[in-house]
């Protein structure tokens, strides 16, 4: 069984910075793509990042290039999301995917969810 938790959400002031980690329970793990989306109250769940099974690509939402870096440790089972110059805007449930295709950069192309973890930016 597959479970992703993600953790190190919270409140944060505009400007700050903040490090989502995602602990990822897969025998298989360093043959998955990994990513973060993101969901505000009352909107669609969106794609945030997105990483390759051995880090050498990534992508972003335009909204959050050069402010937010995805990365990963396959030895550690874990994917991070580096969050700096956060925005009230930048506030939502964020939550980890992992997919066995290509970059997971939209939801289609995810497998596993994890259950999500809560960033608020305050202005």
């Known amino acids: 069984q597959v479970q992703l938790v993600e953790s190190g959400g919270g409140l944060v002031q505009a400007g700050g910075s903040l490090r989502l980690s995602c602990a990822a329970s897969i025998r298989t793990f360093s043959m998955y793509a990994m990513g973060w989306f993101r969901q505000a109250p009352g909107k669609e769940r969106e794609f945030v990042a997105a990483i390759s099974w051995g880090g050498s690509r990534t992508d972003y939402a335009d909204s959050v290039k050069g402010r937010f870096t995805i990365s990963r440790d396959n030895a550690k089972n874990t994917v991070y999301l580096q969050m700096n110059s956060l925005k009230p805007e930048d506030t939502a449930v964020y939550y980890c995917?992992?997919?066995?295709?290509?970059?997971?950069?939209?939801?289609?192309?995810?497998?596993?969810w994890g259950q999500g973890t809560q960033v608020t930016v305050s202005s």
């Open positions: 995917a992992a997919g066995r295709g290509g970059l997971t950069t939209t939801q289609a192309m995810v497998n596993h």
